[in-house]
């Protein structure tokens, strides 16, 4: 991927938060259409004629198949609906574990699955965001399920590179957003994230790593398991 202009773009999630401002700044940068997945289209507030509100519940087969047969132009997904419920490994109630799972990687795959045939055909792009709780173990059930979608990014690479498709991963810790409302900590700006993503896009990168975090605890991946959690990770 070289240029966003012109192209047709889905963005999951895209009523609020990070989505929103993807949606925000897809647009400037030239876009000719972005379809706004959402729950509830009418929650999409983003009014530019370019804007399509679509209805996406990325649980739901349902719910893409109708998206897909929607949307028949799209070169580039963004996989970025997600939900934060940690809950311990341990626990014997996996039903946080599940709803995580559900949203966070069977969500992107059924997506990808669901408008790969268009993407392939215009060689474009996938981008999933992910999180640095990837590949460090503090997000107990929501680690889980972001490492979990890291492999699946991964092996989608391999599988969509032959096609001159592009597959972007995105890792980062703490955006300012709903997901992070209650946390004490600083917090990257839901506008840097997007931009560095949309950056990430046009030149053809595989990973944005968009904190010092995600950097950091990136850095850190060859070391013996012991010696990563034994410092601190930023
Ligand atoms: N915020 C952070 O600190 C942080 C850090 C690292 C990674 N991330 C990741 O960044 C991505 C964006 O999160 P955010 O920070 O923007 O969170 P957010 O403000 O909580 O927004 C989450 C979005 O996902 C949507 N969503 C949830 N379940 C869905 C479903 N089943 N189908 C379709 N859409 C669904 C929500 O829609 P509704 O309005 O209908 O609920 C909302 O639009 C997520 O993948 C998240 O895991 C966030």
């Known amino acids: 991927m070289t240029d966003l202009a012109g192209q047709t773009v889905l963005v999951t999630g895209a009523n609020r938060g990070l989505g929103r401002e993807l949606v925000v700044q897809l647009l400037e940068r030239g876009v000719a259409r972005v379809y706004a997945g959402a729950r509830d ?4 507030d983003v009014t530019d004629g ?15 198949a109708a998206a897909a047969r929607t949307a028949r132009d ?14 311990s490994v341990l626990s014997t109630d996996t039903a946080n574990l599940r709803s995580e799972l559900e949203v966070n990687l069977f969500g992107p795959l059924a997506v990808t699955a669901a ?5 392939r055909e215009r060689s474009g792009a996938v981008v999933n965001v992910a999180s ?4 460090l173990a503090l997000g107990a059930s929501y680690g889980v399920s972001k490492a979990a979608l890291w492999s699946a990014t991964d092996s989608m690479r391999l599988e969509l590179a032959p096609h001159g498709v592009q597959v972007l991963g995105v890792y980062m810790g703490y955006v300012d957003t709903d997901m992070a409302r209650g946390v004490e900590a600083p917090k990257t700006s839901a506008t840097d994230v997007a931009r560095q993503v949309l950056d990430g896009l046009e030149s053809g990168a595989s990973e944005v790593l968009a904190d010092g975090t995600a ?9 013996p398991v012991d010696e990563r959690y034994a410092a601190p990770a930023a």
């Open 74 to 87: 799209v070169g580039i997904v963004v996989n970025n609906a997600g939900i934060s419920l940690p809950t």
């Open 41 to 44: 289209p009418r929650a999409i």
């Open 115 to 119: 408008f790969v045939d268009g993407v």
């Open 215 to 223: 950097r950091a605890v990136r850095a850190g991946l060859h070391l």
């Open 132 to 135: 640095v709780l990837s590949w």
């Open 50 to 64: 370019r804007v399509e509100p679509l209805r996406l519940d990325v649980t739901d087969p349902a719910s893409v």
